[in-house]
């Protein structure tokens, strides 16, 4: 069996990084063809975990944040051997892909796991959007893309990865906190399937495959990574401190009870902003652009070992 790796070395606190070293050995006991691959910028996972599908990986393994899992999926997904076998160990600031499975925390077992000949089809999304200098993206993602604070929230959290000393949800917490007090309800107007559901100020708009983003917040709570729909979670526009009330029931998926909040289902989200301010997106933790934006849903198309 031939195994493909790529390793964000920069992803992830030293606990998580001594975990991968020994899952690392483990795996090294159980395959002898092995290419690992070392990001140093964005563009890269995705570019190697193409490479690897295309240079003949039975199985194409991303090991990071979410960001580093959204890369190596869409860089299978737009290899010539797209139904490549794909798989993560998350070790990233908030690894939220991860909490939609259950994973095993022993290193021997994750490894034998991977020996398996056992593949579970998933969905993915596919973006487009205009970056910031106006050209056009597209763009994979395995969990959640989001618009509005969520982008500037991703963005500032991106920003302070660099020597940060926090735990993964704590550092989420903070500027989640901290981007909600400087945020201003943006208008947009928003279609699901080709019929107009809102038009009007948002706080977010989340547009979810998986459950969770924003390191462990349960935004999308009966969102399922296998049922070939979004579940597109509206959080209107209103004040900090109803935001920010709203902001502590999120984590266990009380925030569907708020009259601000209404979830639907769809296989195509559209969206536009009807303000003259940017409205950036956060797509599986990265920052690839801003509204105009366009989410397909592209159901089953990714084969996960876990």
């Known amino acids: ?119 579970r089809q998933i969905d993915a999304g596919l973006l487009t959007c205009d970056d910031e200098d106006g050209d056009t993206v597209t763009r994979h993602f395995a969990n959640i893309a989001s618009f509005g604070v969520s982008g500037h929230i991703v963005r500032a959290v991106n920003e302070a990865r660099t020597g940060q000393r926090l735990p993964g949800p704590m550092v989420f917490l903070f500027h989640s906190l901290l981007q909600i007090l400087r945020y201003k309800p943006r208008n947009i107007r928003l279609r699901l399937d080709g019929e107009d559901v809102y038009d009007g100020p948002i706080t977010a708009v989340a547009v979810a495959n998986g459950a969770w983003f924003g390191g462990g917040m349960k935004v999308a709570p009966d969102a399922d990574v296998a049922d070939g729909l979004f579940d597109v979670v509206i959080i209107r526009g209103a004040g900090r401190l109803k935001v920010l009330s709203l902001m502590n029931s999120i984590y266990g998926g009380g925030h569907v009870r708020s009259p601000l909040v209404s979830i639907h289902r769809a296989r195509l989200v559209e969206a536009w902003p009807i303000c003259k301010e940017p409205i950036p997106i956060d797509s599986d933790g990265e920052a690839p652009g801003k509204l105009p934006a366009r989410f397909e849903m592209l159901a089953g198309v990714l084969g996960l070992k876990i």
């Open 1 to 119: 069996m031939k195994i493909g790796i790529v390793l964000n070395p920069a992803s992830g606190g030293r606990g998580k990084k001594l975990f991968w070293s020994t899952l690392r050995r483990a795996i090294e006991a159980r395959f002898t063809d092995l290419s690992l691959r070392e990001t140093k910028g964005f563009g890269d996972a995705g570019r190697f975990g193409r490479e690897l599908a295309d240079d003949g990986a039975d199985l194409v393994i991303a090991v990071g944040g979410d960001g580093t899992i959204g890369e190596v999926a869409g860089g299978i997904l737009k290899s010539q051997r797209p139904a490549t076998a794909f798989s993560f160990i998350a070790t990233g600031t908030g690894c939220d892909f991860a909490r939609n499975f259950p994973i095993s925390r022993d290193p021997a077992k994750i490894a034998e796991g991977l020996m398996s000949p056992s593949v």
